[in-house]
């Protein structure tokens, strides 16, 4: 079975700070990885996507993941926060079964102080 | 492109009453998917339709919400009748390959 595991609810950095969101998957197949943002009543938006092309993914927003198979993980990265990065963010994994299935870690809340 | 539509973007309702929502995914998108997201948590399948077929909906209620895709374009999802714990953002997604879009959600306020 997949699944996904986002190891902090909660992240406080502060502004000018580096940024660390932990995310761990669980897939008998070889895995798509995701992560997603939700900015306060905003809809979800597609951060970077790693599908098994370049372990390391650069997303928008400074953003990058690195794909470690050996420690299933997909830690999502920025070098320097921003005020503007405080917000809900989530790490998915999907694998194809016929279709694309899609699963929703539980999320980490990014507050960036200044 | 245009994107996910959904409508409407509010509803509230009283419990034991029935509310349906609305998607138009993007235009060529085969799969389409409805997600409950419960405030605090990450979004939660619902169910999943390939073209007009249902692909999942191990976790839909079926006692009180139904969901269709007539013609393979449009859905809807209903909930019949409505309860205090259904309260949260219903969202749309369709996706092409291995990339998910999301509308902007139904945020349902069940009193």
Known sequence: ????????????????????????YSSSYSPSLFWYVQHPNKGLQLLLKYTSAATLVKGINGFEAEFKKSETSFHLTKPSAHMSDAAEYFCVVSVPSGTYKYIFGTGTRLKVLA | EAGVAQSP??????????????????????????????????????IQF????????????????????????????????????????????????????FGPGTRLTVL
């Open chain 1, 1 to 24: 079975a997949q699944s996904v595991t986002q190891l902090d609810s909660h992240v406080s950095v502060s502004e000018g700070t580096p940024v660390l969101l932990r995310c761990n």
């Open chain 2, 9 to 46: 973007r509010y509803k509230i309702i009283e419990k034991r009453q029935s509310v349906a929502f609305w998607c138009n995914p993007i235009s060529g998108h085969a799969t389409l998917y409805w997600y409950q997201q419960i405030l605090g948590q990450g979004p939660k399948l619902l």
């Open chain 2, 50 to 101: 390939q073209n007009n077929g249902v692909v999942d909906d191990s976790q839909l209620p079926k006692d009180r919400f139904s969901a269709e895709r007539l013609k393979g374009v449009d859905s809807t999802l209903k909930i019949q009748p409505a309860k205090l714990e259904d309260s949260a953002v219903y969202l749309c997604a369709s996706s092409l390959g291995a990339r998910l879009f």
